[in-house]
T-cell receptor
């Protein structure tokens, strides 16, 4: 099946620094990608929808200036956690749907996730 | 917006037994219902999905049923094996919204050998 690659898989950073996470669709183009956050033993919480060539759409309660999203090409979306603090420590997961919206073959694939630890 | 509830939160079964996980959703416009398996430290993997024009779908030991009237859907795993142990998430979405998913809270399945 389709592959979504996420990098890095694990990052440790100091409080106040910024961290960039990459999400790539390896064998298909994705005009839309999604970013999720997952706390231990909890479900995935949708943070934002990344749109190629336009601004991301953020879910209610998610700070857009804190979590910068850039979708510069049809295969790459990046999430930058700016001025990270310990409370930003979490598991971040991206996903990308194949095909067109509403299409019968539109399936969403997830990256392997990035574990962020802010000291 | 959509609200997806999932039960049970944990499920222990003996190897070879069946496991059933249930989800309900609130938005009658949702029409796509995937199930994902997540192993520790990894991203979710799609295991089966069902669309609203179908009542049941089966893939080897895994099956999903959908009751649109009652707005609930279930995952059935037969002849469970230890490697089935993981966290399972259900989700609901509208296919016309680029699969913006609303996830259930997850079920931790433990298959005892």
């Amino acid at each position: 099946g389709a592959v979504v690659s996420q990098h890095p898989s694990w990052v440790i950073c100091k409080s106040g620094t910024s961290v960039k996470i990459e999400c790539r669709s390896l064998d298909f183009q994705a005009t839309t990608m999604f970013w999720y956050r997952q706390f231990p033993k909890q479900s995935l919480m949708l943070m934002a929808t990344s749109n190629e060539g336009s601004k991301a759409t953020y879910e209610q309660g998610v700070e857009k200036d804190k979590f910068l999203i850039n979708h510069a090409s049809l295969t790459l979306s990046t999430l930058t956690v700016t001025s990270a603090h310990p409370e930003d420590s979490s598991f971040y997961i991206c996903s990308a749907p194949t095909g067109l919206a509403g299409g019968a073959k539109n399936i969403q694939y997830f990256g392997a996730g990035t574990r962020l630890s802010v000291l | 917006g959509e609200n997806v509830e999932q039960h049970p939160s944990t499920l222990s079964v003996q190897e070879g037994d069946s496991a059933v996980i249930k989800c309900t959703y609130s938005d009658s416009a949702s029409n796509y219902f995937p199930w994902y398996k997540q192993e520790l430290g990894k991203g979710p993997q799609l295991i089966i999905d069902i669309r609203s024009n179908v009542g049941e779908k089966k893939d080897q030991r895994i099956a999903v049923t959908l009751n649109k009237t009652a707005k609930h859907f279930s995952l059935h795993i037969t002849e469970t094996q230890p490697e089935d142990s993981a966290v399972y998430f259900c989700a609901a979405s509208k296919r016309d919204n680029f699969n913006k998913f609303y996830f259930g809270s997850g079920t931790k399945l433990n298959v005892k050998p």
